[in-house]
């Protein structure tokens, strides 16, 4: 089968990773923002295959600041954003962001959820890795709540993510990459209502899922949408 319908079984539309962030400049532009005036932030995850999705972004938008921690949680919270803030040119009394934060997961050419190869390497790997460990200790009905000093970002990830899930549930990777996808958007969502000035700065949040196919990367694009002057508006993607 090939990865296009493959990928339709699990999301209702994906593009290429180049694709996605052409779109979304392209709408963009439409409102404002162009690689000139606009700083673009990242909040991915650490792993090197989703990396392509930044060089990407580098591509289009120049050198984006990085939010990002294990399974591109945002725990860079208001001070991570308060320094990215500060940080675009200001053209029309206007400074310009776009956040981009997407969890990751992987499908393999079967369809299997979870899989992945690596270069060099025999057999199979998983993405997202610290999503999968969580889901794991999930299944094992043994999740540790206590703060690991020596595994931090990990342990944010199991206190923050047991929010979102019902007691007792335990929800596949697929569920729980979705699940994630909502809560860094939340997040991302909670801390720019505190930190941005919208009198100030104009910006847009850009969320979804990037998927690992089994030939390149996707990505199923969730709320994707720009704040100008103070107005919410979709972008068509
Ligand atoms: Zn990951």
């Given at each position: ?7 339709t079984?699990?999301f ?10 052409k ?12 690689d ?9 995850c650490?792993d090197e295959?989703s ?33 990215a ?35 060099g ?31 931090v970002?990990?342990?944010?990830i ?14 596949d ?6 699940i994630?996808?909502?809560?860094i958007?939340a997040?991302?969502?909670n ?7 919208v ?8 969320t979804?899922?990037?998927?690992h ?6 990505i199923?694009?969730?709320s994707c ?8 508006i979709?972008?068509r993607?």
């Open positions: 089968m090939d990865t296009a319908k493959i990928l079984k699990f209702d539309k994906t593009y290429t990773e180049i694709e996605f962030i779109k979304t400049y392209e709408a963009l532009r439409q409102l404002g923002f162009n000139e005036n606009s700083i673009a932030a990242t909040c991915i650490r295959i990396q392509s999705l930044r060089s990407i972004i580098k591509h289009m938008w120049g050198e984006a600041f990085n939010l990002s921690s294990l399974a591109g949680m945002f725990f860079a919270g208001k001070t991570g954003l308060a320094a803030m500060h940080h675009a040119p200001i053209e029309g009394g206007k400074e310009r962001y776009v956040f981009y934060a997407l969890p990751h997961i992987a499908i393999d050419a079967e369809g299997h959820i979870g899989i992945c190869k690596r270069m390497r025999e057999g199979e790997s998983v993405a997202c890795g610290a999503l999968n460990a969580f889901q794991k200790e999930m299944a094992g009905g043994r999740v540790n709540l206590m703060m690991d000093n020596e595994d970002e990990q342990s944010l199991r206190m923050r993510l047991l929010r979102e899930i019902p007691y007792g549930h335990v929800p990777l697929l569920e729980l990459t979705r994630t996808q909502a809560a958007q997040d991302l969502e801390t720019i209502t505190k930190v941005v000035d009198k100030k700065s104009n910006y847009a949040v850009i979804g899922i990037q998927i196919g089994a030939d390149i990367n996707y199923w694009p969730s949408y720009a704040v100008v002057d103070g107005e919410r979709s972008l993607v």
